[in-house]
């Protein structure tokens, strides 16, 4: 947060972290969540993957990000990419609360297993650089078959693991993966109908504020027609 000075490891940082973003880039929505909800103030960036070629290819971004995606936080003096990995960072260099990924062991690696069903199993299967290669007159059938084979699973899956979020009673890291990814779904126009527990955890974190903050529509690069 703005004029806070974090303590990571014996140093004290001062700084305000930097958010390099895409509005409907599921990875940066994840991220976003987890800076909303541990209360962490940040500039936002914004990185728009289709105009002019896209401009996470630029030279300029790919300094700070190799592999020319997004997300990438920059906080305390480091560029971070990859969601799954900043989210853990954040959360054990920031002590508020929630605790995305709980003390247990059993429970962190049950939230680390729904968490990757979804974001190395299904997303990267149905992300923006693999529709252009599938090509427009073949997307959507693509991406629908793709996320309904993954939320076969997952639906199962959360029989086992789910309360009332993803993982018992308390958002964990899992939930922040799972918002977008319904959001791609109802995109790709899947029948939400068959995947009733994946539907019920998503409808209740839609009313939760940190879920609200982080939707594409309140993003400063939302077009106006989507808002």
Request: hydrophobic share 35%.
């Amino acid at each position: 947060m703005t004029g806070l000075r974090w303590k990571i490891g014996c140093r004290y940082v001062l700084t305000v972290p930097k958010l390099y973003s895409y509005f409907r880039s599921s990875c940066s929505w994840r991220v976003r969540i987890a800076l909303a909800l541990k209360g962490i103030e940040y500039d936002y960036h914004p990185i728009h993957l289709v105009k002019g070629g896209g401009e996470q290819f630029k030279d300029d971004y790919k300094m700070l990000n190799p592999n020319c995606l997004v997300p990438t936080l920059e906080i305390d003096g480091h560029h971070l990419g990859d969601s799954i990995s900043i989210i853990e960072y954040l959360d054990e260099t920031r002590e508020e609360l929630p605790c995305l990924l709980p003390k247990n062991s059993l429970a962190r690696a049950t939230v680390r297993q729904v968490s990757n069903s979804i974001a190395s199993g299904i997303q990267p299967i149905q992300n923006l650089r693999v529709l252009i290669h599938v090509g427009a007159d073949k997307k959507k059938e693509w991406g629908k078959y793709w996320i309904e084979q993954g939320f076969n699973g997952l639906e199962n899956l959360l029989e086992k693991t789910s309360g009332k979020y993803c993982v018992g009673n308390e958002i964990t890291m899992a939930d922040l993966c799972l918002v977008p990814q319904v959001y791609n779904a109802n995109r790709f126009e899947v029948d939400m109908s068959r995947y009733p527990i994946i539907s019920r955890i998503n409808d209740e974190l839609q009313v939760h504020e940190a879920f609200i903050a982080a939707h594409p529509s309140k993003q400063p690069d939302c077009p106006d027609d989507l808002k």
